[in-house]
């Protein structure tokens, strides 16, 4: 896969493995995130965003591999629409955000405080890399569970209409059901 090895190189010339990240450093982290998504049957898009997830940083971890205001770097490396996904995903509030996501289908961009609202095509993937990603976090960092647990459990389960059937399954089988009454 071309891509996908263009994109690990430039992780590791970026200084990804050499950034600590719960279960090791940030390329494990982000060759784990695209593995998973791969392994779920997830698009290529949403496979090499998840490779490059958090290159310009996130709202839980502030750390940029690259600054937002190149994007055309990433664009070469992993085509407009991964970028777009990856810009997306670093850009996301997540405290004004996640909650109403299934309902809005809204995402707040914390670069810019502009509200986007995503597209048909947008939602799952959008979904899909951000449950798979703390599916990671929480893996490897047993206290995120012991911590987070319930709400992952609650929000993923108020997700659970817009992800793919086969990253809920995964978020239920590692973290259980979600309380479905909960709202988004």
């Avoid at 090791?24 to 791969?38: E, I, K, N, S």
């Avoid at 490779?51 to 940029?64: E, K, N, Q, R």
């Avoid at 670069?111 to 976090?137: A, H, K, M, Y």
């Avoid at 309380?179 to 988004?184: E, I, M, T």
């Amino acid at each position: 896969m071309g891509a996908d090895s263009d994109v690990r190189r430039w992780l590791r010339q970026r200084g990804a493995e050499t950034i600590p990240h719960p279960g090791g450093t940030l390329y494990t982290h982000l060759c784990r995130v695209h593995d998973r998504l791969a392994e779920l049957g997830c698009g290529v898009d949403a496979q090499l965003a998840g490779l490059a997830h958090a290159v310009y940083g996130t709202d839980g971890f502030d750390v940029t591999l690259l600054d937002r205001t190149d994007r055309a770097t990433l664009r070469e490396l992993i085509g407009d629409d991964a970028e777009a996904l990856v810009y997306l995903y670093g850009a996301c509030d997540r405290g004004r955000t996640w909650r109403k996501l299934a309902a809005t289908g809204e995402v707040v961009d914390r670069f810019t405080d502009q509200t986007w609202t995503l597209g048909p095509g947008q939602v799952r993937p959008f979904v899909d890399l951000s449950i798979v990603n703390e599916l990671d976090v929480i893996e490897q960092d047993p206290a995120t569970a012991d911590r987070y647990g319930e709400y992952f459990r609650s929000l993923f389960a108020a997700w659970a209409p817009i992800a793919s059937p086969q990253v809920t399954s995964e978020a239920q089988r590692l973290l259980g059901e979600g309380d479905r009454s909960s709202s988004a």
